[in-house]
């Protein structure tokens, strides 16, 4: 193929992924909403793993068909980063106060554990590098406890969201009166298959990309390929934005960033040449420690409800994410792997 070709190709999965972002979103709602699920659960848990089938559909196609499992977790940090730098979009959007003001200050909960699973792997990756590793059946010993901090976290948001119930089910359920649960199933179901289909040819494209262009797979997983398979979360969070879902959004970037790290163990599960975490670039623990960084930051923003912006756009801290976005992106670019 030619470079042209290439780009063509990308840019197809980039208009493929777009245009099913939103109607996965929609039907998850109506699926959750017909079910009986909180608001916050829906944006955690159905809607999160919604936005994140193609990482999901991407890393699977990398390590098992691909074998580009650079790809896999790079499509997984950048996504991390990705999602955190969408709420400079979120921020920018609101021209009123600022989106750090407009959440609730629950979802530093799930916060807390995305920067939890975050660390865990990122420190894994550099145990590695100092010759500590532990594997057995050719699986990091690292992948049971992303399942169990994962269960943990829904766990615990879910009993949170329990116990500060909002009474917003009859208006979803009102807005949603002219669709039946089978009409979303069938619907959400169709979309799920474009997202998978485009997600499995992702990892192809991305190294033809990288050889094409003369670029480290490092830096096209970590960017190129991620902003591609979150496309689902910025228009998913921008929708929600724009009919006054603040909540939502915000549920549905984080929980994405906490699904993501499962994916990862779920990559590990069916890469066969070994740990996944134990065979990719060391420089992704920089990725990990923007995500944790910027978490930070995101954190502090919903504690300290900064007013002010920068220039009558954004925040400090929506500044503070781009910078560290930035540095992420200039260091993946300079040190990634060929």
């Known amino acids: 193929m030619t470079p042209a070709e290439i780009w063509l190709a990308f840019f197809a999965c980039?208009?493929?992924?777009?245009?099913?972002?939103?109607?996965?979103s929609r039907n998850g709602d109506i699926i959750a909403v017909k079910t009986g699920l909180t608001g916050g659960w829906i944006g955690l848990i159905l809607v999160a793993a919604i936005t994140s089938l193609p990482e999901l559909a991407t890393g699977l196609s990398a390590v098992t068909i691909a074998n580009a499992p650079d790809t896999a977790v790079g499509d997984v940090f950048g996504s991390c980063v990705f999602n955190l730098a969408i709420l400079i979009v979120l921020d920018f959007m609101q021209r009123g106060e600022s989106v750090y003001r407009r959440v609730r200050q629950g979802h530093i909960?799930?916060?807390?554990?995305?920067?939890?699973?975050?660390?865990?792997?990122?420190?894994?990756?550099?145990?590695?590098?100092?010759?500590?590793?532990?594997?057995a059946f050719g699986v990091g010993g690292y992948t049971p406890i992303i399942f169990l901090l994962y269960a943990l976290g829904a766990r615990a948001v879910f009993f949170y969201e329990r116990d500060h119930r909002e009474d917003a089910a009859e208006d979803a359920a009102d807005r949603y009166a002219g669709t039946t649960l089978g009409t979303a199933v069938r619907s959400y179901a169709l979309a799920s298959a474009v997202v998978v289909v485009t997600g499995t040819a992702l990892p192809f494209v991305a190294v033809a990309l990288a050889a094409a262009m003369g670029w480290q797979q490092t830096f096209v997983g970590t960017l190129l390929v991620a902003a591609v398979t979150s496309l689902p979360e910025l228009v998913v969070s921008v929708v929600a934005v724009r009919i006054g879902a603040v909540d939502m959004a915000m549920a549905n970037l984080l929980g994405s960033n906490m699904f993501n790290i499962l994916i990862l163990g779920i990559d590990d599960l069916f890469y066969r040449q070994g740990p996944i975490l134990y065979r990719v670039s060391p420089v992704h623990v920089v990725s990990a420690l923007s995500?944790?960084?910027?978490?930070?930051?995101?954190?502090?923003?919903?504690?300290?409800?900064?007013?002010?912006?920068?220039f009558q756009t954004v925040g400090w801290i929506s500044f503070g994410l781009f910078t560290m976005y930035l540095l992420n992106s200039y260091v993946i670019f300079l040190h990634g792997t060929r």
């Open 14 to 24: 980039l208009a493929l992924v777009g245009a099913a972002g939103p109607v996965l």
């Open 109 to 135: 909960l799930s916060a807390g554990f995305g920067v939890v699973l975050i660390g865990f792997v990122g420190m894994n990756i550099a145990l590695h590098g100092q010759g500590m590793a532990f594997a």
């Open 291 to 310: 995500a944790v960084i910027m978490s930070g930051l995101l954190i502090a923003g919903i504690l300290y409800r900064p007013q002010r912006r920068i």
